[in-house]
């Protein structure tokens, strides 16, 4: 069951939950004007925290908002210790809104950012063993899905469309060819290559995505960044997720497409869920203390 944090970190204060409110003049709330990350921290330290911040950073440049990320890491800690996670693995999710000024569409001069967090209890498994469904949905978005901003109601609307259908997941066809997903990003096998589309506007160029990218090179295997064509989909060997939280999941079916008869995981995606396994039992520098 979902549940709610304990303390959320609003502006300069640290507040119960229940406590924690917003002017209805927040450029956030009117226009979903603001950006957010999610990481991870394991064992006491951060999974590629240094990744996610350099992301938000980046995201907040696109959007030209102003906002200082190296007080963040230090709001954090206070925020785990608040909440009584510190010693605990835990979801963080930060976002940052333009802030609050009367309703307008253009920018504003002279806004104050607001600046909000809340972290929560997590247990990652150290290989992700769910064996998801996926649906295909149209890519009605906008075109600049590079930015991880908080007006996600495409996303939304997708994965609803999925979850009505009992699937895991939507993946997005922008004139045919398969993009992303709703909250991951998608892989595909066929002949031993491993297939995933190229960074463009019209993906969100994810950590683990990276990772994995950068783990195929290790292993050896053939990759190729280019976008799969919807109508392909019935050829292909192995497909499979990844995200912060979804680490790397196998999929088994795409639509009515059935990529697995029975419970078993492609070769391909196994090696890449055990390399991206191993990869997190290392040191510094995949975890930091930001």
């Known amino acids: 069951m979902l549940e709610y944090p304990k303390k959320v970190y609003l502006g300069d204060e640290i507040l119960d939950q229940e406590d924690a409110r917003i002017s209805v003049f ?3 709330f009117l226009f979903g004007d603001g950006v957010y990350e999610v990481l991870v921290r394991i064992d006491g330290k951060f ?40 010693e605990e693995d835990c979801l963080i999710y930060i976002q940052i809104t333009r802030g609050i000024a009367p309703r307008k569409h253009a920018f504003p001069e002279n806004t104050e950012p607001s600046f909000m967090m809340y972290v929560l209890p997590i247990t990652l498994p150290d290989i992700n063993n769910h064996h998801v469904s996926v649906v295909t949905v149209p890519d009605f978005r906008w075109s600049r899905c590079d930015i991880k901003m908080t007006s996600l109601l495409g996303n939304v609307m997708a994965n609803t469309e999925a979850a009505k259908q009992g699937a895991y997941e939507a993946i997005f066809v922008r004139d045919g060819k398969i993009t992303e997903a709703s909250h991951c990003n998608v892989f595909f096998v066929k002949d031993n290559i491993v297939y995933t589309h190229p960074v463009s506007e019209y993906i969100l160029d994810g950590v683990t995505r990276k990772v994995v990218l950068s783990l195929c090179q290790d292993l050896g295997l053939q990759l190729c960044e280019e976008a799969i064509d919807e109508k392909d989909i019935i050829y292909l060997d192995e497909a499979f997720l990844t995200g912060t939280t979804t680490q790397v999941a196998s999929i088994r079916q795409i639509n ?3 990529l697995y008869e029975n419970d078993d995981i492609g070769p391909i995606t196994q090696k890449i869920q055990t390399a991206f396994f191993q990869y997190r039992k290392q040191p510094e520098p995949v975890y930091n203390n930001l």
Request: aromatic content about 2%; glycine content about 4%.
């Open 26 to 28: 927040d450029r956030g």
């Open 47 to 86: 999974l590629l925290g240094e990744e996610h911040l350099n992301r938000l950073e980046d995201c907040l440049r696109k959007v030209d908002i102003s906002f200082d990320i190296s007080s963040i890491p230090d709001r954090i800690l206070k925020l785990l210790e608040a909440s009584d996670l510190l």
């Open 256 to 258: 009515q497409h059935m």
